[in-house]
């Protein structure tokens, strides 16, 4: 149990639903991420915030938006998404500056069908 | 860009030792870290070493750097089956509060009883 927390752990949804991925952490840390994996593919990085405020976004379609209201919280909402989406989407969390240590949840395995 | 490169699989007998490879692009990366993922769990930070150290030992964990080549290894001694996950190297990039990693495509270590 690392502190981080994600849900729902398995989602399948068809390409028109719209479905949100939910990650918290009571760590007190201030940045926040979300990371794609894929199946023979390295993790990718995806969103990055830090006190809330996005800080990287890596060139991620527009069908993946990032909403994070505090600290604490960080939602991945889908809407319109492809077969090719279908992967494990990891949130992690990790205090101020380089060199800390990076929390990750135990992810959301998506299934777009 | 970013490159981090890992091999893919490794297969030794309980009780050896294993070693797991990395190799990375940046020079300028301060940290590198290796994380543990087990079926169906997320990622789980073993260790990480700072890059102006050589090397650091943490119980069966061995960490060796090599700044010059930019390569790293893991080296588990007295391997047990528990040991039999996905080993990630990953090097921390950007500054500041935010620390993002850039991981390798993982190195899946069996160990056969």
């Known amino acids: 149990e690392t502190g981080v927390t994600q849900t729902p752990r398995h989602l399948v949804m068809g390409m028109t639903n719209k479905k949100s991925l939910k990650c918290e952490q009571h760590l007190g840390h201030n940045a926040m991420y979300w990371y794609k994996q894929s199946a023979k593919k390295p993790l990718e990085l995806m969103f990055v915030?830090?006190?809330?405020?996005?800080?990287e976004n890596n060139s991620v379609p527009s069908r993946f938006s990032p909403e994070c209201p505090n600290s604490s919280h960080l939602f991945l909402h889908l809407h319109t998404l492809q077969p090719e989406d279908s992967a494990l989407y990891l949130c992690?969390?990790?205090?101020?500056?380089?060199?800390?240590?990076?929390?990750f949840g135990q992810g959301t395995r998506l299934t777009v069908v | 860009g970013e490159d981090v490169e890992q091999s893919l699989f490794l297969s030794v007998r309980e009780g050896d030792s294993s070693v797991i490879n990395c190799t990375y692009t940046d020079s300028s990366s301060t940290y590198l870290y290796w994380y543990k993922q087990e079926p169906g769990a997320g990622l789980q930070l073993l260790t990480y070493?700072?890059?102006?150290?050589d090397m650091k030992q943490d119980q069966r964990l061995t960490v060796l750097l090599n700044k010059k080549d930019k390569h790293l290894s893991l080296r588990i001694a007295d391997t047990q089956t528990g040991d039999s996950a996905i080993y990630f190297c990953a090097e921390s990039m950007g500054g500041g509060a935010t620390n993002k990693l850039i991981f390798g495509t993982g190195t899946l270590l069996a160990v056969q009883p």
């Open positions: 915030y830090n006190f809330k405020e996005q800080t």
């Open positions: 992690a969390s990790s205090p101020p500056g380089r060199g800390t240590e990076a929390f």
């Open positions: 070493i700072f890059s102006n150290m």
